[in-house]
């Protein structure tokens, strides 16, 4: 009887043994469910947008910000509930890091890597007094031709 059994036994562990693999799957499969994708590589504008695909796992997730690769003290941190998507602005000139992770630090995301090179002051100052300029140019068009409709 017992080599009758004996077969038995070993199918069932052998069974039970791969649904436990086949159950562990889809989580190692999916360690990086959630999309994260920046607007820019690069960004001159002073801000940036970040959007993922919707998240089905436990709110709040965080969305971490750092100017390196180690992550032991991100730049920011942001608690976001039921968003997909974040506009960032106020960084200085440089390469930053961002990602998504879970409240207890799981990374949920994968990381998206975006540059900061702010347009130079000097160019700005000239953009703003060419328009100036022109401003007062036709401030002064409007006061002169209003001057002579009004003696006619």
């Not at 971490?64 to 960032?88: F, I």
């Not at 700005?124 to 068009?141: N, Q, S, Y």
Request: proline share 4%; glycine share 6%.
């Amino acid at each position: 009887m017992t080599k009758i059994l004996l077969p038995r036994v070993f199918f069932r562990v052998r069974f039970l043994l791969l649904c436990v693999i086949l159950v562990q799957a889809p989580a190692v499969c999916a360690a990086n469910p959630v999309h994260l994708e920046a607007s820019a590589q690069k960004v001159s504008e002073g801000f940036i947008s970040l959007n993922w695909n919707e998240f089905s796992g436990q709110a709040p997730i965080r969305l971490q910000v750092s100017e390196r690769s180690q992550w032991t003290r991100p730049l920011r941190e942001l608690s976001l509930t039921g968003q997909t998507r974040v506009h960032l602005s106020g960084f200085p000139d440089g390469t930053f890091n961002a990602r998504l992770v879970d409240a207890g630090g799981q990374v949920l995301s994968n990381t998206v890597q975006f540059r900061v090179q702010h347009r130079d002051l000097g160019l700005a100052g000239a953009l703003f007094a060419l328009g100036a300029l022109l401003f007062l140019a036709l401030v002064v068009t409007l006061i002169r031709f209003s001057a002579t409709s009004q003696q006619q």
